[in-house]
């Protein structure tokens, strides 16, 4: 009998509030509203995801493991009680109190455990004279964990099967989460000289299903399971393994299968494989790193931004753009220039963050030779506080945190809220899919799967795969539809306000009068948000920028 027994951890809650072991700022467990939507109040899409690497974890290797994912510090002293004989836990720096509380704990009262710590914290230089610890997983996390438990290192890996996200909040409303997730590859050969997702993994990538067939099988046997058809690529490009990107096409198409994606991409891959490649993989929302109109990246080299998302948005596939403020050409002027500039890109979503010297990467190594690192705290170190290094024009640490916020403000008040521009984008993409389906027709226009595009074929058949996209496209701007007039309720200004009008109006040319039940949803969605807002007030009113949510505990035991 194995007498090991593993428990693998978050770092414990609550997230996103001021307390001795955190700081608000950037760290509430949501991504959009977080560092994406952040501004936009009743309008800002609530959603948290799971630590899905430690599920990945415990999946493959064989000794009894229990997953605590989100324990606030009563759960966490509790779970310590079952006989563990390893604990990991996973953490990134801004959280380097909440793990070195627990780590303390688990030394003073269970001083037999072997503490194992991994995530993008690792990266700390001298951790080991902050948190007591015993081993640093670095690396990508099963091989760690299965050479140190002397486990088989070929046994085929098992995917996890996981509802994504967590919960799902819009206006108020919450509903079912309708996706999963696919944690496709770790590390990016790009090795963007600040991500440190690239630099931990030695500016390499690893991918985790190989093939397409690993990819698609994983999609049925999840599809199977939870029956959802959604899933969220875990990988920061997926599709730069273009053989097995193409070959998954294949599949669906031959399985008559259309699983949706939401990706990460960079412009330059995008650009080559064609944004009809990324309708017909179904990708309805990939984000892409535009980082900065004055200072531009191999990635976006040479590209019509503009165009490209432009595009991407009128054939339906929502776009995140996102940009990194304060660097070091930035002064006040260019910054702002630069925040108008990714505004103008019309994207449905912008992620600012500030720059960040993360341990591991080449920056952090530059700043750390030039003597130019300020020793911030680790747990302010967020992108969304100050800057961790002398800023050589913009120096006061307060203006690295309003310029930031402005920035979102300044987004929302362009754009509106990034549910009228999904919405936007969907009914476009509907339309746009509409025509493209006649024009094949008209022109006997057939998709090549090696050139990836459409070309004049005499053995025309209708396209019935697009066909089948294009209905799901359209279910999703239905969707969408009855948050409309909720959004202009709340809309920001004048122009959003009107913007908003004419898409009401777009979607009754193209869809007819709402059918009396949407009436009803659209009511009622009307009336929650109302109570949403007056709820963030409280919020405001306590000094929070808005509603901070709470994921729940969940605890997953495997092999017990
Ligand atoms: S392309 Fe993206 S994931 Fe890859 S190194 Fe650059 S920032 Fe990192």
Redesign the pocket.
Known sequence: MNSKKLLLTSVFGPYGVDNKYGKSLGMQMELLDNQVTRGQGVHSPRQSYLSFGLYLIAENISIPTTVLDFPVWKDFIKELKNGYTHIGITFIPPNILKVKRMCEYIRKHYPKIEIILGGYGVVIPNLEKIVPFDHLSNGEGVIWMRKFFNEDLDKPLKHPVLKNPIYSRVYGINSEPRGSVLLTGVG?K???S??V??HMFNKSYLPLLKTADDVFNTCLDIEKKLNVQNFMIMD??FLMVEERAKELLKLMEKNMKTYVFVL?C?ANLIKKLGVDFFVRMGISRVWI?VESMTYQ?E?VKGIDVKGLISELRSKGIVVLASTILFQEHHDYETIEKEIKWVNSLDSDMVQFMNYMPIPSTTLYKEMKESNRLNNLPYEKQSGAMELAFEHPYIKNPKQHISILKNAFKSKYHYSGPAIFKMAQTALMGYQQGVKELKKQKEYNLVWNSESLKYEVNENWSEDSYLKKRIEMIKKEALRYRVLLKTALIFSPNRKIKQEIKILIKEFSITFGKMSFSDKIKSNIVKMMAIKESFIEKIWKLKGYEGIIHQPPMIKTVYRE
């Open positions: 990016c790009n090795g963007c600040f991500c997702t690239s920061e490009n990460f960079s790193g990246h990635k």
